[in-house]
């Protein structure tokens, strides 16, 4: 069993090692962006909490970004592999478990969202943010990686074509991004959406990360909310796996 | 080596495979014939445990189906080229020897030899997405290999690819069995069904509507063919003798051709319509 997630991860470990340059330059861009527009631009002239703006909205550019990487670096290929190049058909007719073929890919996932999330903080560091970055931060970020690796595995073995996929994308990850407490705080937003906002997963990233790096209290509510997305897809996952067969 | 019986798959109320029963011996070159959309893909991803039956049985070399024991024992090319293209082609086969828990030194040496074997060790580091249609057909067969499976299922091997390719995948198969290897394959090139295979059966919407050897089903309409044109389209008449068929084209006036029956004409009167590829 282990060494069979380990043959899936090695894959998606060979593709990114070949291009791991290009891979790192790609996922500074859109940080950068964020942090010259809402940290210095922006942010400027705003406090949030006693603080900066960006201070306040690094630990939400993590989450968001986090959620991003790993999200499209399992969804878009494992769609592509089931559909178009029929490569899924190489893991089904070997003798691996599904969960195994979802922990490896799972954990493929997640470490492009942390390989990202580390380009982030060195930044955030270099554009003059004070953060605190310890172990629950970690485990936060982590947990955010394999909220969404697992939901792209689950999106990647439902959708039937590239565009359902781009979709997706459009309808669940684009309204995360800008309502999940990343840019600001929900408490003032009208009671009825501020709920809806709280079933989100990415919103107790955005909470988590934001509390730890502010040095607060660890949010362990979100946390185990965190980690109970990520059974529940999980667990989706190796049931689809078993389903393709029929 | 492989028991089918009663094998059916339907999707909603479609009936895709109905009731198929076969029995293929080791060692047995076997061809799956029949027109698109006959079943045969869905025969084969139901062996390879790609696809669940609705019903019946699949034993190959004592496993039943649905079983992991059944995966050490098969090696599978499918139609398509599902090679991964972002792999060299000797990534792909290490991929594909871990994924079957192959030791690290035997799956090394396995590579190489297969490499050698299907004559693309020079081309090993190279990116998969880079090679030919034949190239990556080669590498799917070495791959297929690779654990040592004592039956091999090959989904269209030569469909789309040049004579001259075609030709050396037909040696390599003839090969294959000259080791012991059981071969399932599905065509619908009459003449590969023709000069690779033992006994060929033949499906058409999902029923099985012939098994026999290539020759005796070609006996079965008559040896020899008499083949002319008229204003209504083109006709064939079957003879048992020579003769017989000579005696018969004598009396046209029309172009006209004697030859041997071939497989291609066993399966056009059977299945009532010319193969399209």
């Given at each position: 069993m282990?060494y069979?997630i380990?043959?899936v991860?090695?894959?998606e470990w060979l593709?990114?090692?070949r291009?791991i340059?290009r ?5 500074m861009?859109s940080?950068?962006?964020y942090l010259v527009a ?5 942010g400027?002239?705003i406090q949030?909490?006693q603080g ?7 630990p ?9 990487i ?16 029929k490569t899924?058909?190489?893991y089904l007719i070997?003798p691996?478990?599904s969960?195994?073929f979802v922990i490896?890919?799972v954990l493929?996932g997640a470490?492009?969202?942390l ?5 982030i ?5 270099a554009?003059g943010a ?5 172990a629950?931060?970690?485990l936060a970020?982590v ?7 697992s939901?792209?595995l689950?999106?990647?073995m439902?959708m039937?074509s590239?565009?359902?996929m781009?979709?997706?994308?459009t ?5 995360m991004?800008?309502l999940c407490a990343?840019f600001?705080?929900?408490?003032h ?6 709920w809806?906002?709280h079933?989100?997963p ?5 909470l988590a990360?934001?509390a730890?790096?502010?040095?607060g209290e660890?949010p362990i509510s ?11 897809f999980?667990?989706s996952?190796v049931?689809?796996m078993k389903?393709?067969?029929? | 080596?492989?028991h089918i ?12 495979v109905?009731g ?6 080791k060692g047995?070159?076997?061809?799956l ?7 045969k893909t869905t025969?084969i991803?139901m062996?390879?445990v790609l696809t ?5 049985t699949i034993?190959?070399?004592?496993c ?5 024991c059944?995966?050490?024992?098969i090696g599978?090319?499918?139609q398509h080229f599902?090679l991964d293209?972002?792999?060299t082609?000797?990534e792909?086969?290490e991929?594909?020897g871990r994924l079957?828990h ?13 490499l050698?074997y299907?004559?693309?060790s020079?081309?090993a580091?190279?990116?998969?997405q880079?090679?030919?249609?034949g190239?990556k057909r080669?590498?799917m067969i070495?791959?297929?290999?690779l654990h040592?499976p ?6 269209e091997p030569?469909?789309g690819?040049?004579?001259q390719v075609?030709r050396?995948l037909?040696e390599l198969?003839?090969?294959l069995?000259?080791?012991?290897l ?10 590969e ?6 006994r060929?059966?033949?499906?058409e919407?999902?029923k099985?509507?012939?098994l ?10 008559g040896a020899y063919v ?14 048992a ?6 005696e018969?084209?004598?009396?046209l006036t029309?172009?006209?051709t004697?030859?041997?029956?071939n497989l291609?004409d066993?399966f056009?009167e059977?299945t009532g ?5």
């Open positions: 282990l069979d380990w043959t991860f090695w894959r593709v990114l090692r291009r340059g891979f790192i330059l790609s996922r861009v940080p950068v962006l809402f940290g210095w631009g922006l400027r002239s949030v909490n900066s703006y960006l201070d306040f909205i690094v939400g550019i993590i989450a968001l970004n986090s959620m991003n790993s999200f499209t670096s399992v969804g878009s290929p494992l769609n592509m592999s089931r559909l178009y190049h899924l058909e190489e070997a691996i478990s969960v195994a490896g890919k493929a470490l492009r969202g390989i990202s999330s580390v380009l903080i060195a930044l955030a560091y554009f004070h953060l605190v970055i310890n629950w931060f970690f970020l947990l955010n990686c394999f909220v969404f690796a939901m792209a689950v999106a990647a439902i039937n590239h565009e359902d781009a979709s997706f994308n309808y669940v990850l684009v309204p991004s800008f990343t600001f705080v929900p408490d937003l009208p009671v009825v959406l501020n809806m906002i079933i989100l990415l919103t107790h990233a955005s990360l934001r730890i790096a502010t040095g660890v979100s946390l185990v909310i965190m980690l109970g997305y990520t059974i529940l999980m667990g996952g049931w689809l389903k393709v067969r029929e | 080596m492989i019986d009663g094998l059916v798959k339907k999707y909603g109320d479609r009936l895709v109905d198929l029963s076969l029995e293929i011996a047995e070159v076997f061809g014939l029949g027109p698109n959309g006959a079943g025969t991803r062996l390879t669940k039956p609705t019903a019946g034993m190959i070399d004592g039943d189906h649905g079983e992991q059944i995966k050490a024992v599978v090319v499918p599902n293209i972002e792999l082609a000797w792909n086969l991929l594909h079957h192959m030791p690290a030194e035997v799956r090394r040496q396995r590579i190489a030899e297969l050698e299907v004559e693309l020079d081309r580091h190279d990116m998969v880079k090679f030919s249609g190239m080669r590498l070495a791959r297929a290999l040592q004592k039956v091999l299922f090959l989904d030569t469909v690819l040049d004579p075609r050396r037909w198969i003839r090969r069995k000259g080791e012991g059981t071969v399932l394959l599905t065509t619908h090139y009459i003449e069904a023709e000069s690779l295979c033992q060929v059966a033949i499906l919407k999902g099985l509507i012939a026999d050897t290539p020759a005796a089903l070609c006996q079965r309409l008499v083949e002319w044109d008229e204003p209504d389209g083109f006709k064939t008449k079957f003879f003798e020579r003769v017989l068929a000579a018969f084209a004598a009396t029309t172009t006209t004697l030859r041997q029956t291609e066993a056009v059977l319509r010319k193969v399209v590829g």
